[in-house]
């Protein structure tokens, strides 16, 4: 079935540094990509998104590109700052069948940036 | 302001008792979602909705039941049947079913039992 395995946490950085969050997905047909953030407390939010093959989601300084040669949608930023501390949400959408519409989430990465 | 409401942001239940969990949504949207959120499992699906008075079980629905007589709430019920019930629970909607729509989120309700 459908799943997705993102790098386990915690992750802890300083503020500038460049951050990596790995994703990896298993998916029949050709699934949707998204990430999410959660800040303490709240609901989760989009952060970016891709809907086919090498397109690039990109939004505050985060990128990921769909890789469907190696079924990969990593997280990337350049410089992080201490509001990035959260916890990221890779997840997938299937596109077809009964499962259509339905997101799969992965486990999580909690990040804390340190100033 | 759109947006997806959930009522109470906390709740405290005693074993053996019912409880309902309200969502409510002002986006026009059509689909539906309840998650449920442990520490360290990411969020698993328990049920969803398409459209008005339809709904079906997701991957962890024993113990729960849901409705959808309007197109803006879609409540969920905790029955005593749920085993460990403790948990963050999560609402969510798209415009449709479709694999690109995006899932906007509630706020969440944490749930306690006592």
């Known amino acids: 079935g459908d799943s997705v395995t993102q790098m386990e946490g915690p992750v802890t950085l300083s503020e500038e540094a460049f951050l990596t969050i790995n994703c990896t997905y298993t998916?029949?047909?050709?699934?949707?990509l998204f990430w999410y953030v959660q800040y303490p407390g709240e609901g989760l939010q989009l952060l970016l998104k891709a809907t086919k093959a090498d397109d690039k989601g990109s939004n505050k300084g985060f990128e990921a590109t769909y890789r469907k040669e190696t079924t990969s949608f990593h997280l990337e930023k350049g410089s992080v700052q201490v509001s990035d501390s959260a916890v990221y949400f890779c997840a997938l959408s299937a596109n077809r069948g009964s499962t259509l519409g339905r997101l799969y989430f992965g486990r999580g990465t909690q990040l804390t940036v340190w100033p | 302001d759109g947006g997806i409401t959930q009522s109470p942001k906390y709740l405290f239940r005693k074993e053996g008792q019912n409880v309902t969990l309200s969502c409510e949504q002002n986006?026009?949207?059509?689909?539906m979602y309840w998650y449920r959120q442990d520490p360290g499992q990411g969020l698993r699906l328990i049920y969803y909705?398409?459209?008005?008075?339809?709904?079906q079980k997701g991957d962890i629905a024993e113990g729960y039941s849901v409705s959808r007589e309007k197109k803006e709430s879609f409540p969920l019920t905790v029955t005593s049947a749920q085993k460990n019930p403790t948990a963050f629970y999560l609402c969510?909607?798209?415009?449709?079913?479709?694999?690109?729509?995006?899932?906007?989120f509630g706020p969440g309700t944490r749930l306690t039992v006592l």
């Open positions: 969510a909607s798209s415009i449709d079913r479709r694999s690109t729509d995006t899932q906007y």
């Open positions: 998916a029949t047909g050709y699934p949707s």
């Open positions: 909705s398409q459209i008005v008075n339809d709904f």
């Open positions: 986006l026009n949207h059509d689909a």
